[in-house]
């Protein structure tokens, strides 16, 4: 089981940055992929990217390439959402969310955080 809670989400002006941090409770985090996904109002969620267990491996959607950062540290147990360059169709609801490697669905997921993104 893993226990997930997403922080860092606010209110910015375009162009802007922001670091979401997912800090996860429960064992052996270090062998959990992990990925962030957003929803916007009136929206389905969306997949934003992941990043392995080690982290030496991620992929991001393309709205999202060249602006966006997932990393982690199992030692922290926080995996990381680096977000610059912000634009207003940036705001939703983001979410974290793991799953083992052997598994084919996103089996936990935290509670959400907020940005909301100003032109």
């Known amino acids: 089981q893993l226990q997930l809670v997403e922080s860092g989400g606010g209110s910015v002006q375009t162009g802007d940055s922001l670091r979401l941090s997912c800090v996860a409770s429960g064992p052996k985090f270090s062998t959990y992929v992990m990925a962030w996904f957003r929803q916007a109002p009136e929206k389905e969620r969306a997949y934003i990217g992941r990043?392995?267990?080690?982290?030496?491996?991620?992929d991001y959607t393309d709205p999202v390439k060249g602006r966006f950062t997932i990393s982690r540290d199992n030692a922290m147990n926080t995996v990381y959402l680096q977000m610059n360059s912000l634009k207003p169709e940036d705001t939703a609801t983001y979410f974290c969310?793991?799953?083992?490697?052997?598994?084919?669905?996103?089996?936990?997921w935290g509670q959400g955080t907020q940005v909301t993104v100003s032109s």
């Open positions: 990043i392995n267990w080690s982290g030496s491996s991620t």
């Open positions: 969310a793991g799953r083992t490697i052997h598994s084919p669905t996103w089996d936990y």
